[in-house]
């Protein structure tokens, strides 16, 4: 399941960027990383951003972006 | 001395620096103001300090230019003190960096700062425990209202004299293991940085790990390697990886050894995200809070323009009559006053208020919600949500969008937001528009303009986004709460970025004004228009028109102005036909930006880039306004008028 698909208001754990590396280390630059517990806050419409919130901060990821983060169920940390 | 301050984007590091400095960093609540770093000196108990405001970065493993400045400028310069700025209210988060640089082993004063902003989520931050922990001093700050500056600057000097060097975290066993490897491999070796920080760099797998060059040396390489590979069977990731997840680990566990949380109510950030990011109302609010910004600015500005113009234009008439016997001389003066009068009608009453308006939008924090509401959207022309901005401003003045293309971090987007954001129909060209198509021919005609111009933005953004060879890889931005701007700010930043065009493009405005007057003086209009006669010729228009193309360069509303001299009549529909107008319409909304936004676009692209956008610009007009003509003709002649 990538992040893309997730649903608002649900809690899910990154497990693995997937492809270019350019984009991994965008997020490593963000501080985001493969094990991080987040909740996706909304999603725009028409295919567009997804907001997650990760240790207070939201973030807003594309839909790109996303589809290149793989993930797995969780709950509230 | 010399100070550097580092912190994470929209920590507020340019907000302190501004504070001390005068108004010279750009702020902004949008992650990423500051591109390149800012110098200033600042007295402090009698010393002169040199203070550098280094561009926002969450990890000095950074990769986009604005954070590869931060790690390039502490290798290469003398930095006597690091001055960490951290903001309270997302401490954890702030504290890896924080980590990072401890590891550089270098003299440093860690900063709390939106003490206020952390307070008010409910709070409680030990300092003095912190302090204990990192091994740092620890300042509290609130920036923005300039609380705790002064303390701050007393602790950094006195930290910055003795030299006091913070103890760095332990990380875990296997990596401390592989630094020890690596530090007495390359121990002796002489490098800017310390051995152990280029152990650190050199198992995180960075490029820029010092003057090392680990391919000329194999049984350096052969250490990484064995190191990296025996790290990733114990965590079972890379080292990079293992290590940015060691520091996090450590800074939410200090975070919540200093940090008492209270009560967190429902924020207002989620309430009026809420509706401002809604998909529906988000849309509404955002259409809405666009138009009132720009009816307030064009109601001030044409408020302001009209008295402002008249002033000069009898100044003009007056210095034409005083000087009529000397008519050279005139005839320069009258060209220059036009040159002024060209700056003072384009800042005054468009600029400043548009600037205001937007330093208000974007230190509230709104802009970031309007790149995640239009992200998709924008993804259709090749770019992604952040470029919304420029095209916002282009509606405005063009010199403005040109300029806040800065905050994009690809130059493959830049150049992109830049080539098409020149293409929006700025308030000028709103004249021109107005002045001929609405005013002869009906304000459907001209709202037809209006949206025939976003079809061929639409249509430009994919064609040159489908030549460029990279894809966009997409948003990755961070919503910042919103904050209440203060007045001083939001004024200091409208001057300081008014200023830029003040000193970059008036001058030329005026050179070129006075290069128009000299044409005009020695009667070159015939060989101006015949200059133009291709674009005429193609187009069906008169060749008389030729010359007012020219004069729009200068200032695009100079187009319409210009034509009733030309065309030597007061009612244009005696010169041109219905179709005529059009045409003209459309090739002055979309041809060769002014020469003002030339001069930014060759200051934020290069030459080369504005010369290909000024020619890109003409193709387009030139294809557009032919296509404007054919519709209009099967239009009339279906019609029969």
Not at chain 2, 112 to 126: C, S, V, Y
Not at chain 2, 359 to 378: H, I, K, Q, T
Request: glycine share 8%; hydrophobic share 50%; proline share 4%.
């Amino acid at each position: 399941m990538d992040l893309s698909e997730v649903g608002s208001g649900k809690w899910v754990k990154f497990t693995r960027f997937i492809g270019g590396g350019g984009v991994s280390i965008k997020l490593r630059s963000l501080g985001i990383m493969p094990g991080d517990v987040v909740q996706v806050k909304r999603l725009a419409p028409f295919g567009g951003p997804i907001l997650v919130e990760i240790d207070g901060r939201e973030i807003a990821l594309g839909h790109g972006i996303a589809k290149r983060i793989e993930v797995e169920e969780s709950t509230r940390p | 001395m010399r100070f550097a301050l580092i912190g994470q984007p929209n920590c507020g590091k340019s907000t302190l620096f501004n504070q001390v400095s005068g108004y010279k960093a750009e702020t902004g609540n949008f992650s990423g103001t500051t591109v390149n770093y800012t110098e200033s000196k600042v007295r402090v108990l009698g010393e002169v300090i040199e203070l550098i405001d280094l561009p926002g970065t969450y990890t000095l493993a950074g990769s986009n230019p604005a954070e590869r400045e931060t790690i390039m400028y502490l290798s290469s310069h003398q930095v006597d003190l690091i001055i960490n700025v951290v903001d309270a209210s997302h401490l954890s988060q702030g504290l890896t960096l924080t980590l990072e640089l401890l590891e550089l082993q270098r003299p440093t004063v860690v900063v709390l700062n939106m003490m206020d902003e952390a307070a008010r989520m409910g709070m409680t931050i030990d300092g003095p425990k912190l302090a204990d922990i990192l091994g740092t001093r620890v300042v509290p700050l609130v920036a923005s209202k300039g609380r705790g500056v002064r303390n701050l600057f007393v602790t950094a000097q006195d930290v910055g004299r003795r030299g006091i060097v913070p103890k760095r975290q332990l990380y875990g066993r296997g990596i401390e293991e592989a630094l020890q490897k690596l530090v007495s491999q390359i121990n002796g070796r002489g490098d800017h940085f310390q051995a152990e920080r280029t152990a650190f760099k050199l198992l995180e797998g960075e490029a820029n790990s010092g003057q090392f060059e680990e391919k000329n040396d194999p049984v350096l390489a052969s250490v990484i390697e064995e190191c990296r590979s025996r790290i990733y069977d114990e965590y079972g990731q890379e080292a990079a990886w293992v290590l940015g997840a060691e520091r996090r680990n450590i800074a939410s566990d200090i975070s919540s050894q200093i940090v008492q949380t209270g009560e967190r109510r429902v924020s207002l950030r989620d309430r009026l995200d809420n509706v401002l990011l809604h998909p529906v109302w988000g849309y509404v609010f955002l259409i809405l809070i666009l138009l009132i910004f720009f009816q307030v600015i064009f109601k001030l500005g044409s408020a302001v323009e009209q008295p402002l113009l008249a002033i000069f234009d009898q100044l003009i008439a007056q210095v034409l009559i005083a000087l009529a016997s000397y008519p050279f001389i005139a005839e320069m003066v009258s060209g220059i006053l036009q040159g002024i009068a060209g700056g003072v009608a384009i800042v005054l009453p468009y600029l400043l208020p548009f600037l205001l308006g937007l330093g208000f939008l974007e230190d509230v924090g709104y802009l970031p919600r309007v790149a995640f509401l239009m992200d998709a959207l924008m993804h259709r022309i090749g770019l992604h949500g952040k470029a919304i901005v420029p095209f916002i401003l282009g509606y405005g003045c063009n010199v403005p969008a040109v300029m806040s293309t800065r905050m994009l971090e690809d130059r493959r987007d830049r150049y992109l937001a830049a080539a098409l954001a020149t293409l929006v129909p700025c308030a000028a060209r709103l004249a021109v528009v107005f002045g001929l198509v609405a005013f002869y021919l009906g304000p459907s005609l001209a709202l037809a303009i209006y949206l025939f111009n976003l079809f061929v933005i639409a249509l430009t953004g994919r064609i040159i986004s489908s030549m460029l060879p990279e894809d966009t890889p997409g948003l990755i931005l961070e919503m910042p709460v919103y904050r209440l701007p203060t007045v001083k700010n939001v004024f200091q930043k409208a001057w300081f970025r008014a200023r830029e065009f003040t000193v970059e493009a008036w001058p030329i405005l005026i050179v070129g004004s006075i290069i128009l007057s000299l044409l005009n003086y020695f009667n070159l209009s015939v060989f101006l228009n015949a200059l133009v006669l291709p674009v005429t010729w193609l187009l069906g228009l008169p060749s008389e028109v030729g010359v007012t193309l020219i004069f729009g360069i200068l200032r695009k509303e100079l187009s319409l102005i210009m034509l009733r001299q030309a065309l030597n009549v007061s009612d244009f529909s005696q010169a041109l036909t219905e179709i005529q107008m059009i045409t003209f319409t459309v090739f002055v909304v979309f041809y060769v930006p002014c020469l003002a936004t030339l001069a930014i676009l060759k200051r934020e692209l290069g030459r080369r880039e504005m010369l290909t956008i000024a020619g890109l610009t003409v193709v387009i007009a030139i294809f557009a306004a032919s296509f404007a003509r054919i519709i209009a003709f099967i239009l009339y002649t279906l019609t029969g008028s």
